[in-house]
């Protein structure tokens, strides 16, 4: 007896880490055929559960994508009252331009292609996801390492789906659309920016019906097991587990992917329509023009290659290392992809070309389009480390929120609404600067092109975002499947921060396609006169000033949290 | 026995309401001399409390203000570079202004003075305030009634001491500043806008610095006696609970006052600013010039006569008619004051006058800023009421969020925000039909003066506000002092619903003044070209758009919160 201690305090003394943390990893249950079964149970109920709230939210869906193409189809097709004939063209009155009937019929196809390639892609991704998540419990048994591998190539899987599935859609549908449009670059771009529509539209309904499903279930499963029956998160005597599952699944995967998806399409129509009215649409340079889908096959390229680094190039050895290796995930694809946009870049455009900016022409040189678009990857970049600083239980801001706990539920409420409110200044800056530099350097299609940078690694950031759910519903088979506690340990970690990750993407990127579109409105329209908010001066100082209230917010509520903290602990 | 139960039984039926009523409300414990003595202890320690925190406050308060009054002397004297000769006036060159320097100096006078009339406003205030919550205790032994009239008289002295200190002291400093400068009322009203800087100066501190110490001591006195001790609230074993009364006076006392203070001194000085440039300053007609200040003594005079509506023409007989007592208060003042701008405009103003607009000049009869001042007041009509609905337990969202307690705090929570997401819709709403109808009618002196109408009935307001922590504080007294139940259940009613909507007339008064500040600056800098974002439709726009997000998110919350529940009790 006395011995067996020795040996154990020995063995903690003289083994050193690595070691200790392989003796740690053994397998364990790996021959028990009750467990793989009831793994499958589990994975097949979660499925089912997915499978049918996405039918149930494809319904309405698709109610609401045939009502609003036919306003499409009707608003552009009355614009010269359904005439089938070519009219002169708005902005070069000797040539003749296809009829707005035709602009209206392709807008609402390239409207429905966006809607339903991110249908498509959402749908495949939750069930790749569902597919991943008992593998990863089952693969668990054997190491961190196995699990973290299964987890992360699922979410591999589902990003470069869906950055594929959205580039190969838009780049055949640009193709068709020509051999009708020919050279008449505004009338096809035009058309195209329906695509973009399409993924916005399909993505409000995922992000928002799905989120709030996720949330419900979550918060549901949460007050039903730990406050009313007192019994652990993913216990299986708590129906209401399942249906938490489901909801990481159809929230945080399929709504997150198209959400990104929208945003994605978006950039990429804006930064389209803005070339099309540029040097490169009257010099008819068709390969130049496509230099935002070039952008972005060369992320698709550089993911590949950042992906290998977390499943081939190093092992996971502890649970501890996981959120470093999603961490590096960002770093290595943001600097691959910066050497990427250079030779893109250097290669494909002019050294000199000109662009549209409210009226005027400006002259860019080709390394200039470089940095814009480097400088959303990095901002993007600098968005995803603030966020994991603010997510992650490894800093101390998480940290004061849970230690604040220790007074109850009102300090907790509190700092944390105070830490969200603090989250966001950072990112607000590192936004403002993208919009101002690259504004500066090539005007609205800098912009454009800026928020295309910060997507083009979105196959990585979708790889990580999806690799919370996965991993966060293995824990749960596992909990469920009755596994023991080291298992659920293995797969539990970092889930929740990496999804904090994908939506701090979501929304950066979204602000700046946000003002891409609406500069391609502007400069499709040629309007050169109200353009005062469009500065990015004042766009700036508008975004800014709207995180000013939050900021100053975050710093009175923590004050009242410490102090009433203090308070507390004096009286 | 059996008697007694059914002489009870009988009462209960047979007896109207009032009559009823009436019995509840005998007298109790009048002869008890230990229970004043105990009051006036209570009383003297947060009288204490409050005063040494004040004290503190203004220490701050005191370094800010001379360090920031020496900065408005240098920016302001350097304009010129300190030269005390007569400059030609910037906007007509043959005519002689007074030097930059005066207007340096006066500046920071008016600064100086505007901040030391809020300062010594709320310190007056919250004398006010600590002697009224004992001897509402002790008359609420007497009937509800006279607690109420004990408190509303309190607050209402608060409330016209403030209104009528403002514009007194406003007032003499117009006419004294006049002996030097003339007719110059350019140079005149812009050193007068000194005031409003002052007076808003002292709200940040007032506002954030009691706003802060009130939360962080009603929060600490709840953690420490309802969570950790489980002792009820206002125990008196509760050391912190003297803290949360001291909090109570100095945040929603003292500080919503300066809070008012300065949103009243900031919108009279743009009104002024805008004044002085129209046909008034032109034809040197110094009555209508003071119209702002005509607009605010007629408040004064109609707060008057409703206050007497609480107290002298109707008597409060339960505790249920409080809170429609002070709903008609904010009834009566508002129509009243209706008939009081009326004849104020109809006496004070010529028929058609000319007023700035961005560069050109706009005609405008007499009774169309009358409509000016009338929408800006039944605005604030309209936001009273609407925060009442959210904020008292009589209707249904306060009842909503306390159902969702019964599943826990989460619930709670989420239900909570999103209710108070929820309630800036309309008051948002109200604020932009405001702008835009009173910018139609007489441009940005329209918005000025709409600014003041909202902030003319501020003595029945900061009645009604005040009323709040008074009969609050007293309902903690009578708790501390050991007195019964029935005492603490008449002064405790709508205390916090009132507060809450003294902080809608403040803040949406402030989102008017702050257009009507940048307004001034514009029209006084006579900029025409950039005015883009001031366009009412543009600003419509964007307060409008700034609150989407919080109905989105409100929407959203509450379907989280209320499918949450359903899954909790489904489970």
Aim: with cysteine.
């Amino acid at each position: 007896m006395g011995g067996a201690i020795l040996t154990g305090l020995l063995t903690e003394i003289l083994i050193p880490n690595g070691v200790s943390d392989y003796l740690i990893e053994e397998e364990e249950g790996l021959n028990d055929h009750n467990v793989v079964v009831k793994c499958a149970e589990i994975q097949s109920a979660i499925s089912e559960g997915a499978t049918s709230f996405l039918f149930t939210e494809y319904q309405y869906v698709g109610i609401f994508m045939v009502a609003f193409a036919v306003l499409i189809f009707l608003f552009l097709g009355s614009v010269e009252g359904f005439s089938t004939k070519a009219q002169p063209c708005t902005y070069s009155k000797d040539k003749y331009c296809k009829p707005a009937l035709a602009n209206a019929g392709f807008s609402t196809i390239s409207f429905l292609l966006g809607a339903t390639t991110s249908l498509v892609s959402g749908f495949l991704g939750m069930k790749i996801a569902t597919f991943a998540n008992a593998r990863t419990t089952l693969e668990a048994r054997k190491g961190v390492g196995k699990a973290f591998i299964t987890a992360f190539r699922s979410g591999a899987v589902m990003g470069f789906l869906l950055a594929a599935n959205g580039l190969l859609v838009l780049y055949i549908a640009i193709n068709l659309f020509k051999l009708y449009y020919g050279d008449d670059w505004e009338g096809l771009f035009e058309s195209i920016t329906g695509y973009g529509l399409g993924g916005s539209s399909m993505a409000l309904f995922g992000r928002v019906g799905g989120g709030i499903y996720t949330k419900a279930a979550d918060v549901g499963a949460d007050l039903v097991g730990k406050v009313e029956r007192n019994i652990p998160e993913d216990d299986p005597r708590n129906p209401a587990v399942i249906a938490d599952n489901v909801g990481d699944t159809v929230g945080d995967i399929a709504g997150m992917g198209s959400d990104l998806f929208g945003s994605y399409a978006e950039s990429s129509c804006a930064a389209l329509v803005v070339a099309s009215i540029s040097s490169f649409g009257v010099n008819h340079e068709f390969t130049v023009m496509c230099y935002p889908l070039l952008v972005s096959s060369m992320g698709i390229i550089v993911c590949l290659v950042t992906t290998l680094f977390a499943t081939d190039f190093f092992e996971i050895k502890s649970v501890k290392e996981i959120e470093a290796a999603l961490k590096k995930q960002l770093i290595v694809s943001t600097a691959l992809m910066t050497v990427g946009i250079a030779i893109i870049s250097w290669i494909a455009l002019p050294s000199t070309f000109t662009i549209f900016s409210f009226g005027d022409q400006k002259q860019v040189k080709n390394w200039l389009l470089f940095f814009c678009v480097a400088i959303g990857l990095w901002a993007g970049l600098v968005i995803g480390f603030v966020t994991e600083y603010y997510a992650s239980n490894a800093y101390s801001p998480v940290q004061d929120v849970a230690d604040s706990c220790r007074t109850g539920a009102a300090t907790n409420v509190i700092f944390g609404l105070a830490l969200g409110y603090k989250s966001v200044i950072i990112p607000i800056f590192a936004i403002a600067v993208s919009i101002f530099v690259s504004f500066s350097l090539a005007a609205m299609y800098g912009i454009a092109v800026a928020a295309l940078g910060m997507l083009s690694t979105i196959a990585t950031g979708l790889a990580i975002d999806a690799y919370g759910p996965i991993s966060d519903n293995a824990g749960g088979i596992a909990e469920m499947a009755g596994m023991s506690h080291r298992i659920r340990e293995r797969t539990d970690a970092a889930g929740n921060t990496t999804a904090a990750i994908g939506k701090g993407f979501a929304i950066g990127s979204a602000a700046l396609v946000s003002l891409a579109l609406f500069g391609a409105f502007v400069s499709r329209a040629a309007i050169s006169t109200v353009m005062f908010v469009l500065t990015p001066k004042v766009f700036i100082g508008l975004i800014v000033g709207a995180m000013l209230p939050y900021w100053f917010s975050a710093m009175t509520m923590k004050s009242v949290g410490s102090a009433a903290l203090k308070m507390v602990e004096e009286v």
